[in-house]
């Protein structure tokens, strides 16, 4: 877990948050795209937890699991994405860790195969 020895030193990578805009599908929902430019400017600590192969819609899938924790930032649910190197995660959990008010804790997910 990366909060167990977490210090400002360790967030040496960058991230976006982001809500993603909303644009009707033409069948009652909605389609989710990023906005046009996402600035990765929290740093972050990021750290990969697993990966694995599924199937949707008959196609083989790819899921990769990252743990990710940036300093405290009030309001931030599983509403938001994360852009992380240029690829756009989805926010699973979200942890105020120790209800400290000092870090917060994803797990965020992106899957292959257009199922995001």
Known sequence: MITDDLSVNSLTEWIGLFLPNLSPDGAGGFIEAPPANVAEDFPAAVQFNSGRESYLSGQQADTNELEVVIRYEPGITTAYRLSWRSAFFDIVTVENVDAADMW??????????GSQ
């Open 104 to 113: 917060l804790r994803f797990i965020v997910v992106k899957r292959e195969a």
